[in-house]
């Protein structure tokens, strides 16, 4: 295994892990909602991907995710959780990845609104799929997994749990990720001309 290899695995399990602290520090923001939670995981898994493509965000994503199945909640309901936050993870990442990938050698001005775009459409993808997964897959599974009756039917769940949360969750997690983007531009400029080098 070369160096380049070696570097690619050391920032992959880093990033991970600093994905997983960060997941430890979740907080609900929807009265009557509070499984649902928001952390800042996305912002070392988007800055992976960045680096190193699509790929390796996705596997800094699973890691983080089965680090925080070992550690907290193994259970078939805690599986579902991190299922439906990979999901979530990748709806946002993605769209923020491909507006980007073309300009990361322009300014920090020429590519904010790039990166704008990016998180605009990553917060509708991100809304809409996570709505219609939980509507159609997940909260079927986690009601079935958890045995109890609930008084709000799963559209309801769905319209006013989900939907905004993802929507406010693209908000807050859009602006901690360009304000972090924006002081890491040189550094991520110089990591991609190694990358392209090697």
Do not use: E
Not at 48 to 65: K, N, S
Not at 109 to 134: D, E, H
Not at 169 to 185: D, E, H, L, N, P
Request: charged residues 10%; positive net charge; hydrophobic residues 55%.
């Amino acid at each position: 295994m070369g160096n380049k290899n070696v570097t690619r695995l050391v920032v992959i399990a880093m990033m991970a892990a600093i994905s997983y602290v960060l997941l430890l520090f979740s907080f609900p923001i929807l009265p009557g909602f509070s499984f649902l939670k928001i952390d800042f995981a996305n912002v070392p898994i988007l800055i992976t991907m960045l680096v190193y493509g699509p790929g390796a965000g996705a596997v800094t994503t699973a890691v983080a995710g089965l680090l925080d199945i070992v550690t907290k909640d193994s259970s078939m309901v805690g599986v579902i959780g991190i299922i439906a936050n990979f999901l979530a993870t990748m709806c946002f990442a993605l769209p923020i990845y491909y507006s980007l990938k073309k300009h990361m050698d322009q300014g920090i001005k020429q590519q904010a609104r790039f990166l704008v775009r990016g998180i605009v459409l990553g917060t509708v993808l991100m809304a809409v799929f996570m709505s219609l997964t939980n509507l159609f897959i997940l909260l079927p599974i986690y009601f079935k997994l958890v045995s109890f009756q609930i008084s709000v039917s799963t559209l309801n769940m769905v319209l006013y749990g989900v939907l905004p949360f993802n929507l406010i969750k693209g908000v807050i997690v859009g602006i901690a990720t360009g304000v972090i983007y924006a002081r890491m531009v040189p550094w991520l400029q110089s990591r991609l001309q190694t990358v392209k080098r090697s």
